[in-house]
Structure formats: structure tokens, C-alpha cells
């Protein structure tokens, strides 16, 4: 089903559930790089969940998950390896 056709309350908890997922996928990737990156809540927050998005993109491209399967196995390794590689560009850029 399509996110905006979904019900209101589960739009909600699946944008709650994204924020909560970014955070500690972000975290992980600023864990497994160590260094001096002056990146609060929110900036942590969104390279996580910018992360899970680029890493969900590629794992879907790799292989795709089964039909009606709400977790994608590599879902969270690709995660926390989009994480590291938007961090290591973000240090690149800055």
C-alpha cells in the first residue's frame, strides 16, 4: 500500500519509527568512524535516515526483497553502510 494512502496514525508511527531507526543507525556509523564530528540530535538523526535510504536503494537493486516481506535482510547492514559512506562524504565536502 502506498504511504499516503495508509491510515493517519500509521503514517505516524512509520515516520516516528524512521526518526527512532535514523538516530541509532547514524550513531552506529559515527561509532564506527571515530573522529571529531560536531553533529548534534538532529544532524545525526537525518544522516541516518539519509543513510537507510541509500543504502534500502542499493540493497534493493542488488536483490529484491520478497513479496510482501516488511524487512529486508540486508536492511540493516546497508543502512549503517549508507550512514558511513554519507559521513565519510560529509567530511570529504566539509
Do not use: N
Not at 526483497?65 to 549508507?82: D, Q, R
Amino acid at each position: 500500500m502506498a504511504f499516503w494512502r495508509r491510515p493517519k496514525e500509521a503514517r505516524l508511527i512509520h515516520i516516528l519509527w524512521s526518526v527512532v531507526v535514523g538516530f541509532f543507525v547514524g550513531l552506529i556509523a559515527r561509532a564506527l568512524l571515530p573522529g571529531a564530528d560536531q553533529m548534534g540530535f538532529l544532524a545525526t538523526t537525518i544522516l541516518g535516515i539519509l543513510g537507510s535510504i541509500a543504502g534500502g536503494v542499493v540493497g534493493g537493486l542488488i536483490k529484491k526483497p520478497a513479496e510482501g516481506a516488511k524487512f529486508h535482510p540486508a536492511g540493516c547492514l546497508m543502512s549503517v553502510l549508507g550512514a558511513v559512506l554519507l559521513l565519510l562524504l560529509w567530511r570529504y565536502v566539509r
